[in-house]
């Protein structure tokens, strides 16, 4: 009961995931189309206020939509381990140490973003590529989350190792 | 150390790696490694298989050597 409970609770937790990658990677389309679009006929778009600020936070919208992407993909494959059984084993280490980086990536991107637009004084063009107060005491929240959580996969592979080597 | 003498009962018994594997149902990579003494432990379920199937004890297939 319990264990069927659990892979009900993996599974739904998955088919969002799922469905994040999904929506991550229209988003990412969207944005490059848009950038694109704005790019070939500036005047139609922004009414040919085409400017720097705007061409850069099109890129860093792409480049968080693409580390978002990059994270679902790895808790994909981490909760689809953990409902095959695959507790301690290397893939779910390294899915980890993947969402990690790219949470520890995007943090940093998107303080840059932040910091450099209130300096310029210009409002987002997207909300996702900057940074509230929540957001970021969330995201170091997270990491440490992760860190921690990690640390356990890490030392659960090295007893499975043990285990595994008595015959 | 343990010493493991897996390897002189089996040729004793006359028993090869391939049939003792199957009998104690451990792949025959496995008991390569416990033949050979580079396994960290045994199972007393796995001890207890192969001396029922080499109708041994089990200090037949491990011994003490004191360190020199």
């Known amino acids: 009961m319990r264990e069927k409970l659990i892979k009900f609770v993996l599974g739904l937790a998955q088919v969002a ?25 500036p005047r139609t778009f922004l009414g040919g206020h085409l400017t720097i600020n705007l061409v850069i936070q099109g890129l860093v919208a792409v480049i968080v939509a693409a580390l978002a992407f990059a994270g679902l993909l790895a808790t994909h494959r981490l909760l689809d381990n953990l409902n095959r059984g695959h507790y301690f084993i290397a893939a779910n280490c390294q899915a980890l140490q993947q969402l990690l980086w790219l949470e520890i990536a995007g943090l940093i991107i998107s303080g840059i973003t932040t910091i450099w637009l209130r300096l310029v004084q210009v409002k987002p063009f997207v909300s996702f590529i900057v940074m509230t107060e929540d957001n970021f005491s969330d995201g170091i929240g997270f990491i440490v989350f992760l860190l921690i959580i990690y640390l356990i996969f890490k030392r659960g592979i090295a007893l499975q190792q043990d285990a595994d080597n008595i015959i | 150390m343990i010493k493991v003498t897996l390897g002189l009962v089996m040729g004793q018994r006359g028993i090869t790696s391939k ?50």
């Open chain 1, 17 to 41: 995931i799922d469905l994040g990658i999904v929506a991550t990677f229209f988003t990412a389309f969207a944005t490059v189309i848009a950038g694109i679009c704005c790019l070939v006929s």
């Open chain 2, 19 to 68: 049939e003792l594997a199957k009998r104690i149902g451990i792949t025959p990579a496995n008991l390569s490694i416990l033949k050979t003494g580079k396994a960290r432990g045994i199972r007393f379920a796995t001890l207890e298989k192969i001396c029922q199937v080499l109708d041994c004890r089990p200090g037949d297939i491990l011994q003490y050597v004191k360190d020199e």
